[in-house]
């Protein structure tokens, strides 16, 4: 059972270095593996705004590059009305490690709706 309350907790806390002086919107995410560690990562903007990476890919490339692959499931945590869903970018990104990943979108009002990724992504792409 993944404990979707500390996975969106961890979320909250990365979303507070997220640097975020262009857009002002704040994004952290968690990602659970499946030897139940918790990567986070946060959205880190630039001045040249196409260099901006989400919150979601910043905490899967820390991941994989801290010898993570078995992802199971990720909190994006977020504040607009609707919690953020991931981008597509995002979503090719962790289709790569699990099509089947678990994804809760929470916000600060403690609205939590929840995902499995090749729902918001079919026929994501394949090398292999
Ligand atoms: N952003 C994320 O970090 N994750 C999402 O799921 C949606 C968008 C970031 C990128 C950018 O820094 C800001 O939110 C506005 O697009």
Redesign the pocket.
Known sequence: MIDWEKLISAAKVVRENAY?KF?G?E?G?ALLTDDGEIITGC?V?NSSFGL?I???RTATFKAVSEGHRNFVAIA?Y?QSDQP????GA?RQVLFEFNPNLEIACANTQGIVDKFILSELLPEGFRLR
């Open positions: 975020a857009s919107f994004v995410a959205n903007e901006t989400c919150a979601e994006v977020s953020a869903r991931p981008c995002c």
